[in-house]
């Protein structure tokens, strides 16, 4: 049951081989199929390769095979080749000729870039909602521990006075930034490949802005060559920006199993959310951390492995592009699991909040009390010099309170402002458009 079988039978290792893990992953890509033949339908109506009553006829299947996805009634058939065979064939079914009459302009090739478009587009929105929330969580508990001071480290030393407001409001501001990459890949994912063909366009009239409008995409990839070279690109931008939130995600994971360590002591979570050793009865390992600090170390390789694949590609479609989802599927659905994950294992964090009263900490205050004495009127390499003896002669005695003041410092974290940002950066992915044309598009 392939589309483009004709009288020779394929071997059924070659079959096999080549189909791949295309049909488990192509559920996924299901109510996208849907979506984009829905809007390359109702385009070639409006230029006459479709009469009024059968897209109608052909609407009305569609979107009653959209309802079955959504309501997770639908399946894939394990004698196709992909979704896009399935829907078809289903439509053929169903309707007869008709059926056959959706494919006239658009190849398998566009077709697929379509819903992959769709399909990331849809997932970016996700990976946004998830992240804004991991935000919010991490805002909250950097204002209710503004002051709850800890040590901050360079060269791993004990180095000056921070707290944990700073320590989670620095993770939070990160996930913004984060976002913005994520913005960045949007743009690239967000434009309609659909009528580039096998990439070299088609005699039919196609009229590209239509479906564009229909799907709810930004814009066009015009070329139709360009739109084709884009197949891998655009999963590659994604990458790049599921990248910048594993890494701030993953360093905010090490930062836990570290400062959960007995060595350290900052925090910890009700038992409930740790596992044990099977010989060691007083163990509460960090597992959920850990397990999220590999799964976003092997996300930030992602770019690299996407372009493993199709670096040394020429211009043109390729068979091993379909390998990209076997990359990218499961790396959004790791991420997409992290963050959730976290934000509820933050909920219930344990603080510490009285570990700077530790003798081992007397130094974290030097440099509050140099300054001190310049503000006193100390010349500042006089006053360097004077806590310097003071330490080597073990005669330094701390007053452990800090006096921070500026922008963003202990007394003055700017969650207003950073909380601003963010929902300027989210404002910028307008997935209203995108939500109000598809349901234009399926009669909700």
């Given amino acids: 049951m392939k589309l483009w079988e004709k009288e020779t039978k394929v071997a059924d290792i070659v079959e096999r081989f080549t189909v791949g893990r295309d049909l488990e ?19 070639l109506a409006s230029i006459g390769l479709l ?22 009634e639908f399946e894939m058939r394990p004698d196709v080749e992909d979704i896009h065979s399935q829907i078809e064939i289903m439509l053929t079914e169903k309707l007869g000729d008709v059926g056959k009459k959706i494919h006239s302009g658009r190849s398998r090739n566009d077709q697929v870039l379509v819903d992959l478009k769709l399909f990331m587009r849809a997932e970016i929105q996700e990976l946004v909602v998830l992240t804004e929330k991991l935000f919010q969580r991490m805002s909250g508990l950097s204002e209710k521990y503004q002051s709850v001071l800890i040590p901050g480290y360079t060269h791993m030393q004990v180095a000056m006075p921070s707290s944990f407001g700073l320590w989670f409001g620095a993770y939070a501001e990160g996930l913004v930034d984060d976002l913005r990459m994520l913005k960045a890949a949007y743009e690239i994912v967000n434009k309609n490949p659909l009528g580039s063909g096998a990439g070299f366009g088609s005699s039919f009239p196609l009229d590209r802005k239509l479906t564009t409008e229909l799907l709810g995409f930004d814009g066009l990839n015009y070329n139709v060559v360009y739109a084709m070279m884009g197949r891998g690109k655009a999963e590659k931008s994604l990458a790049m ?42 163990k509460k390992n960090p597992d959920v951390f850990e397990l999220i600090r590999g799964k976003c170390n092997r996300i930030q390789s992602l770019p690299n492995d996407i372009a493993m694949v199709i670096s040394n590609l020429p211009v043109g479609y390729h068979r091993e592009m379909q390998l990209l989802k076997e990359l990218i599927f499961p790396a959004l659905e790791d991420l997409k699991q992290s963050l959730y994950v976290a934000e509820f294992m933050l909920e219930q964090i ?13 130094y974290l205050f030097t440099v509050e009390e140099v300054n001190r004495l310049v503000l006193s009127g100390v010349p500042f390499r006089d006053a360097y010099k004077q806590v310097g003896l003071a330490v080597e002669r073990g005669e330094f005695t701390p007053e452990r309170t800090v006096n921070h003041t500026h922008a963003g410092s202990i007394g003055q974290l700017n969650l207003e402002e950073i909380a601003t940002e963010l929902k300027s950066v989210i404002a910028q992915f307008n997935f209203n458009k995108v939500e109000k044309a598809l349901k234009s598009l399926v009669g909700e």
């Fill in 350 to 362: 344990i603080i510490k909040e009285d570990l700077i009263e530790q003798p081992k900490y007397n």
């Fill in 241 to 282: 920006g599921m990248s910048a939130i594993a890494a701030t995600l993953g360093k905010f994971s090490m930062d836990v199993c570290l400062y959960m360590g007995q060595d350290y002591g900052f925090l910890t979570f009700p038992d409930e959310l740790t596992t044990g050793s099977s010989i060691m009865p007083h």
């Fill in 25 to 43: 992953y192509d559920i996924h890509l299901a109510p996208f199929d849907v979506l984009g033949s829905l809007a390359h339908t109702e385009m």
């Fill in 51 to 72: 009469e009024a009553d059968e897209k109608e006829t052909i609407h009305k299947e569609l979107k009653a095979i959209y309802k079955s996805i959504e309501a997770g």
